[in-house]
């Protein structure tokens, strides 16, 4: 089975600061994704990614940034967190053409304070 | 754009009695279509994918859903519900169809199962 891995299940941190939220696959997965989840509102897509340095920007992407210099790890940043984005974070993976679905990690769970 | 409409917040069942949550979408052509769980603190699982051929869908966990082009609906549906069924479900289309360049998600379904 694939796995997607999210190094963080709960992080904390305060506003401001400079947060990295890693992602792996280990499924040699060619695309890449981050959403955020909140009640009410279902998943909304932040960035994705096809390839290697590849980035697409998804439906809410203001006030992240994402990083994939290999092809097993997509990275969300958020260059200054705000309390706006305390969130569930959940990453994806899937292959070339996504017909077959997207396999989901487990979440982190950050909380901007 | 594409979007999806799940017309039900909540709905609550009764252990045994048999299910089905709604979806309906917005694409212009032959959509692909998805049902995610999500059961509490977890990540989503794939119940049950449909791109092409059969309108009647099935999935894990007993679970089947039915594509109807004309009312375009995708519909959930499980003849007989277990406790361990309460989660929260998703339904999702393909953005641009495929899927390759994102889901775009209804807002879910918080399925109660009553004993």
């Known amino acids: 089975d694939v796995k997607v891995t999210q190094s963080s299940r709960y992080l904390v941190k305060r506003t401001g600061e400079k947060v990295f939220l890693e992602c792996v696959q280990d499924?040699?997965?060619?695309?890449m994704f981050w959403y955020r989840q909140d009640p009410g509102l279902g998943l909304r897509l932040i960035y994705f990614?096809?390839?290697?340095?590849?980035?697409e920007k998804g439906d809410i992407p203001e006030g992240y940034s994402v990083s994939r210099e290999k092809k097993e790890r997509f990275s969300l940043i958020l260059e200054s967190a705000s309390t706006n984005q305390t969130s569930m974070y959940l990453c994806?993976?899937?292959?070339?053409?996504?017909?077959?679905?997207?396999?989901f990690g487990s979440g982190t769970r950050l909380t901007v304070v | 754009a594409q979007s999806v409409t799940q017309p039900d917040i909540h709905i609550t069942v009764s252990e045994g009695a048999s299910l089905e949550l709604r979806c309906n979408y917005s694409?212009?052509?032959?959509?692909?279509l998805f049902w995610y769980v999500q059961s509490p603190g977890q990540g989503l699982q794939l119940l049950l994918k449909?791109?092409?051929?059969?309108?009647l869908v099935q999935g894990i966990k007993g679970f089947e859903a039915e594509f109807k082009r004309s009312q375009s609906s995708f519909n959930l549906r499980k003849p007989s519900v277990h406790w361990s069924d309460a989660a929260e479900y998703f339904c999702?289309?393909?953005?641009?169809?495929?899927?390759?360049?994102?889901?775009?998600f209804g807002k879910g379904t918080h399925l109660i199962i009553q004993p």
């Open positions: 999702a289309v393909g953005k641009g169809g495929g899927g390759a360049d994102g889901l775009t």
């Open positions: 449909y791109f092409s051929g059969d309108t």
């Open positions: 990614s096809y390839d290697v340095k590849m980035k």
């Open positions: 694409y212009g052509a032959t959509p692909y």
């Open positions: 499924m040699d997965h060619e695309n």
């Open positions: 994806a993976s899937s292959l070339k053409t996504g017909v077959y679905g997207y396999t």
